[in-house]
């Protein structure tokens, strides 16, 4: 064999190495567990959906914290499969922003790179991202109560595509609650209506930090005046609807909170509806206001929850009122035997006993009371004392829901026109005119659960509503509850069978998932709706047999 040549020689020393034959990896995927990292500026992202859209109001104390110790609680971190930027996993868009301006002031390499813990995108990133971010946020500064309406309409989309179907604002509010963001589901009723009728017109008021009850207020005096628009408007040509002229009113007012006054708005409001109704103002004023007075009960119950115990005291005056009338006091011992029978020493010794022992002896009582409450009915002393007034007058014993729980089965439901006793219609309600407006309410706030209040309207004949029934292809695209609420309205309308997307046939297999929750393709009516329905029923029974002439069957 030929010795190589120096030539062989440099050129095999010179010859290229080995070559990967396989397809190379670009970059590392990321961790599949909780993993500490430091990364740039440069690589990290807020979070698109952060519900904050304000600045921190505690924007300064932070940046001034941080520029002096850097930073004491590293932000969580996470990225989307196939993105190449991380992102802000569940509050810290604060810190971010922060960490970026001083960089640009003082490019400091510690305010460059940080010390962050990735967590693996989870199999329902968007909404544990989003509730994350609407839970971090509360703890650190809050949120204004647009920032907080807009999260959670963002999160009830991203549950719609996860789940396919449109969701009512209890399933809503059960999802949340599931996922570690608690909201009552009637906060997220005014939340919905301040982000539709609210928000296009008033941005900056908004978002300057209008506060919870200013909402409320408004919303409360939009859905009053329109119910007067409407009862008003009727058959008549108006050359605006009440939806365009309450834009045009509120948006006179956008400023800033400071400056913001409820009345003035009220005031111009009645005011140009009085000239397009060509209505006295002081009329128009009086109607709305004993209409939003009623309303403001719905809004007013996360206040009513803690006095219930108060009632006690209210309790007192009955005794010199039943005094000096006789009748009135024979009329009570009828319902109040059964109590002294069980316990006939009891009331002699609790007046006095009343100042030591309320606490021990009120407890179970209360405990009692409140499994027979389904949503307070807020009232005040003073209503209460007029109640009875009027009843001794009219020789009528008043519901006493307190009284009563206890030797019967009632129950409490809030709204426009709260339910105290399921079945006892009082005499200024016992009139067929009076009777179709609160079973148009009760339909209204009953469809209102589903989602699909809009096409209930009132109606002077008949039942008192009717049902404006979609389309085919409208009804079609209403979520399986909805339908079948609107379904069971129609047809306890009494109204004929209609060319829709309404089928009644369907109505005997969702019927039983209506009222308890099995059987069929929808979810059941909440515990309010129910007792609405109850109600609506028993009304619809003595509006019939008015009708009839059967009011003394009844009797």
């Known amino acids: 064999m030929a010795e190589p040549t120096p030539q062989d020689m440099a050129a095999k020393l010179l010859a290229s190495g080995f070559e990967r034959s396989g397809p190379s990896a670009a970059a590392l995927t990321d961790p599949i567990a909780d993993t500490p990292m430091v990364v740039t500026l440069d690589e990290l992202r807020p979070y698109e959906h952060d519900p904050r859209v304000t600045r921190n109001p505690a924007y300064e104390e932070i940046k001034a914290s941080i520029r002096e110790r850097g930073l004491d609680a590293s932000p969580t971190i996470t990225r989307r499969p196939g993105e190449a930027h991380y992102i802000i996993r569940n509050g810290g868009n604060t810190r971010l922003a922060i960490l970026r301006e001083l960089w640009s002031e003082t490019k400091e390499d510690r305010f460059f790179r940080i010390a962050c813990l990735f967590r693996p995108w989870p199999a329902r990133g968007e909404i544990v991202a989003l509730t994350g971010h609407l839970a971090e946020n509360e703890l650190r500064g809050g949120l204004t109560f647009i920032e907080r309406a807009l999260g959670i309409e963002k999160a009830r989309e991203f549950y719609e595509q996860e789940s396919g179907q449109a969701l009512s604002q209890s399933e809503l509010a059960r999802r949340l609650t599931a996922d570690g963001y608690p909201v009552p589901q009637s906060h997220i009723s005014r939340m919905a209506d301040a982000v539709r009728y609210l928000l296009p017109a008033i941005p900056n008021l908004l978002y300057g930090g209008l506060g919870r009850h200013q909402v409320e207020r408004i919303a409360v005096l939009r859905k009053a005046c329109e119910r007067t628009w409407e009862r008003r408007a009727l058959n008549q040509s108006l050359a605006v609807d009440f939806v365009t002229l309450f834009q045009d009113v509120l948006m006179q007012f956008d400023t800033q909170p400071d400056d913001f006054s409820p009345q003035r708005v009220q005031d111009e409001l009645v005011g140009q ?15 709305i206001d004993d209409s939003e007075s009623r309303q403001r009960a719905l809004t007013s119950e996360p206040a009513a929850p803690t006095p219930p115990a108060a009632p006690v005291v209210p309790a007192t005056p009955p005794a010199p009122v039943s005094a000096p009338q006789q009748p009135p006091v024979l009329s009570v011992p009828r319902d109040t035997t059964p109590v002294t029978l069980v316990t006939p020493a009891a009331p002699a010794a609790t007046p006095p006993a009343s100042s030591e022992a309320p606490k021990d002896q009120h407890g179970p009582r209360d405990e009692r009371l409140q499994g027979h409450i389904v949503t307070p009915a807020p009232t005040t002393e003073r209503l209460q004392s007029i109640q009875r007034m009027v009843a001794d007058q009219l020789g009528d014993k008043l519901p006493d829901f307190e009284a009563d729980a206890l030797l ?18 009082e005499p200024g309600l016992d009139a067929p005119d009076r ?38 292809g409208q009804a079609k695209a209403l979520p399986a509850f909805g339908r079948a609420v609107l379904t069971l309205l129609h047809a306890l309308s009494a109204a004929p069978p209609a060319a829709n997307g309404l089928d009644r046939a369907r109505l005997a297999d969702e019927l039983a998932a209506l009222l308890h929750g099995h059987g069929g393709s929808t979810t059941r009516l909440s515990d309010a709706a129910l007792v609405k329905l109850f109600r609506l029923l028993r009304l619809a029974r003595r509006l019939l047999d008015l009708q009839a002439g059967e009011a003394g069957h009844e009797a």
Do not use: K, N
């Not at 509806?273 to 109607?287: C, P």
């Not at 089965?409 to 219609?425: E, M, N, T």
């Not at 609160?438 to 809009?454: C, K, N, P």
């Open 408 to 425: 019967a089965i009632p129950v409490q439901a809030g709204g426009l026109f709260p339910i105290s006793d399921v079945w006892y219609i």
């Open 435 to 472: 009777l179709r407006v609160h079973i148009a309410q009760f339909a209204r706030e009953i469809a209102e659960d589903a989602t699909v209040a809009e096409h209930i309207e009132a109606s002077e004949g008949g039942i008192g509503f009717v049902c404006v029934s979609p389309a085919v």
């Open 273 to 287: 509806m009085a000239e397009l109704l060509e209505a006295d103002y002081d009329t128009l004023a009086l109607e």
